[in-house]
């Protein structure tokens, strides 16, 4: 009998526990899911809440619901992972022994290690709305503002969902128009990277998006410090950006049990895997996916999604002995929605950028365009997450490998482009 | 990708200035890349910090990020910024020797 222990029950956490249960009989492996709260959210989400789109209470369920029969659900924060012992320690004061060990605990904000973000202001007129609390009091805040300089920063990278900031732009852009107010609120982007974003090609579609939508883009601006009573964020290097509302995205690390489990983690807390097969370098019986992995992928639920598939396949192969699959290729996709009921779609992996074209295949969802079709398919995301992603369906058509059928004309002249 | 002598050695870097060859690299090449980018001279702490990211090099295969040399090199990050203004991992990784810091995705 398998003892596979799963840390988090996030988005990650359940289609693996979901998988795996799938997988194995009841008397051919017990699985385990433990987690700190019992509060599933739908990250995707939050991104609506500021703009009343959504509500908190909506995109949160319960943990345990989501799991399927079979699979045993323990509430409890997680002291260590003793990797010697092949044993969990969990503050309720019991011990887990596992045989496969799947930490998926996702990502944490760490708002307090920027200086004085967390200060006067925060949660006044300095907000996040990558928490359910933040979004709320944000999409308050929002309501009551009536003109002014709205800023809205990402402080380092990595971060979860690396686009939700820029379509926090366009749909601020899009609240303010139906306000009748875009001309009394500027908006400025403030980010540490050299463009809109990390990608090249999608960083200059991005950007120009911004400019289009009057959009200020700031770059390479690395945040030492938030005033929030001056009203202006500082940079490391002594810029600074005056502000009447900010949004930040705060700093991101893994889970602080990590950096307490001796060789697990990286100076961040993220968990060091092959990035094909998702074992991690520490232990062979230890295997990460999602936001919690230092994997150069963005920390995105598609992501996880992807990996998902990669990670069952190499826990059975682990378990039997047999050599492991090698077949994550980094690949990613993400709905942006971009306000006025419009949304683009990108899809890239570790080596290809993301292209014009479409996704899946020559019939489908437009590339790095915006269009309606995509809006409903980000609407349409947050019912396949709980009725198809989270037990753990395949979805047909849409396969853990990025597929290029609908991009090969995008990609020749890319590759040309790029002899020439 | 251009060659140039640096410190009296043919080297070859690629177009943001990142040597390609980091087994070239040596403490004059450091002091000469240094001071074209306008570092010159290299402090004992400027030192640390090059020392660090040629250790991180070797055992990780990429040079750390600023958050992660803040929390693992003894220097804080304000400091960091002192010593190698603008980008202190970028800049850093190319005195150092070693390529671009793969930390931004």
């Known amino acids: 009998m398998h003892r596979i222990v799963i840390l988090g029950g996030g988005k990650g956490g359940t289609l693996a526990a979901n998988r795996l249960r799938k997988a194995y009989g009841l008397n051919e492996a017990s699985v385990t899911v433990v987690d700190q709260d019992d509060q599933h959210i739908y990250q995707p989400g939050l991104l609506f809440v500021p703009f009343g789109l959504t509500h908190s209470e909506d995109i949160v369920r319960p943990r345990g619901r989501q799991l399927h029969r079979g699979i045993d659900y323990r509430t409890s924060a997680i002291i260590h992972v003793d990797l010697a012992g092949q044993s969990v320690q969990l503050a309720d004061g019991s011990e887990l022994s596992y045989d496969v060990l799947v930490v998926a605990t996702g990502a944490v904000l760490a708002p307090d290690e920027t200086e004085g973000l967390t200060g006067p202001g925060w949660m006044e007129k300095v907000f996040t709305f990558y928490t359910p609390e933040g979004a709320a009091a944000l999409e308050e805040a929002l309501a009551v503002f009536?003109?002014?300089?709205?800023?809205?920063?990402?402080?380092?990278?990595?971060?979860?969902?690396?686009?939700?900031?820029?379509?926090?732009?366009?749909?601020?852009?899009?609240?303010?128009?139906?306000?009748?107010?875009?001309?009394?609120?500027?908006?400025?982007?403030?980010?540490?990277?050299?463009?809109?974003?990390?990608?090249?090609?999608?960083a200059n579609h991005l950007g120009g998006l911004l400019e289009q939508r009057g959009i200020e883009l700031v770059t390479e601006f690395n945040t030492g410090e938030v005033d929030g009573t001056g009203g202006r964020l500082v940079s490391f290097d002594g810029r600074e950006v005056p502000f009447d509302l900010a949004v930040v995205i705060p700093l991101h690390n893994g889970a602080s049990y990590v950096a307490r489990?001796?060789?697990?983690?990286?100076?961040?807390?993220?968990?060091?895997?092959?990035?094909?097969?998702?074992?991690?370098?520490?232990?062979?019986?230890?295997?990460?996916?999602?936001?919690?992995?230092?994997?150069?992928?963005?920390?995105?639920?598609?992501?996880?999604?992807?990996?998902?598939?990669?990670?069952?396949?190499?826990?059975?192969?682990?378990?039997?002995?047999?050599?492991?699959?090698?077949?994550?290729?980094?690949?990613?996709?993400?709905?942006?929605?971009?306000?006025?009921?419009?949304?683009?779609?990108?899809?890239?992996?570790?080596?290809?950028?993301?292209?014009?074209?479409?996704?899946?295949?020559?019939?489908?969802?437009?590339?790095?365009?915006?269009?309606?079709?995509?809006?409903?398919?980000?609407?349409?995301?947050?019912?396949?997450?709980?009725?198809?992603?989270?037990?753990?369906?395949?979805?047909?058509?849409?396969?853990?490998?990025?597929?290029l059928g609908g991009k090969l004309q995008a990609l020749e002249s890319n590759v040309k482009e790029r002899v020439s | 990708m251009t060659i140039d002598t640096i410190a009296g050695v043919q080297i070859e870097s690629d177009e943001e200035g990142f040597l390609v060859d980091p087994t070239q690299w040596n403490d004059e090449v450091a002091v000469e890349i240094a001071r074209r980018e306008g570092i010159d001279p290299l402090t004992d702490r400027h030192w640390q910090v090059i020392r660090f990211m040629r250790s991180e090099y070797e055992t990780k295969g990429t040079g750390p990020t600023v958050r992660a040399l803040g929390k693992t090199s003894g220097v804080s990050i304000k400091e960091l910024y002192q010593l190698f203004p603008k980008g202190p991992a970028k800049l850093a990784a190319k005195i150092a020797g070693i390529p671009k810091p793969r930390g931004c995705i």
């Not at chain 1, 990402?154 to 107010?181: N, Q, S, T």
């Not at chain 1, 001309?183 to 090249?200: N, Q, W």
């Not at chain 1, 150069?296 to 999604?305: F, L, N, R, Y």
């Not at chain 1, 899946?360 to 590339?367: C, D, E, I, S, Y």
Request: charged share 20%; with cysteine.
């Open chain 1, 261 to 403: 489990s001796e060789g697990l983690g990286d100076a961040l807390g993220f968990v060091v895997t092959d990035t094909h097969t998702l074992q991690a370098a520490v232990a062979p019986n230890v295997f990460a996916l999602g936001d919690a992995a230092s994997l150069p992928v963005s920390k995105a639920g598609s992501v996880t999604h992807f990996e998902g598939e990669v990670l069952v396949e190499n826990i059975r192969r682990f378990l039997d002995g047999e050599p492991l699959d090698a077949s994550y290729d980094g690949h990613a996709n993400c709905f942006i929605k971009t306000g006025f009921s419009k949304a683009m779609l990108i899809d890239f992996n570790y080596d290809v950028e993301p292209l014009p074209g479409h996704y899946p295949g020559l019939v489908g969802l437009p590339l790095l365009k915006e269009s309606h079709l995509n809006h409903l398919g980000k609407l349409m995301f947050q019912w396949l997450y709980w009725h198809s992603l989270l037990p753990g369906r395949d979805i047909p058509g849409i396969s853990s490998a990025m597929p």
């Open chain 1, 146 to 202: 009536d003109g002014g300089r709205l800023v809205v920063n990402v402080v380092e990278m990595p971060i979860k969902c690396p686009v939700a900031p820029l379509e926090f732009c366009f749909l601020a852009d899009w609240y303010f128009h139906e306000r009748g107010i875009r001309d009394r609120v500027e908006l400025t982007f403030v980010t540490p990277l050299d463009a809109a974003f990390t990608k090249p090609v999608a």
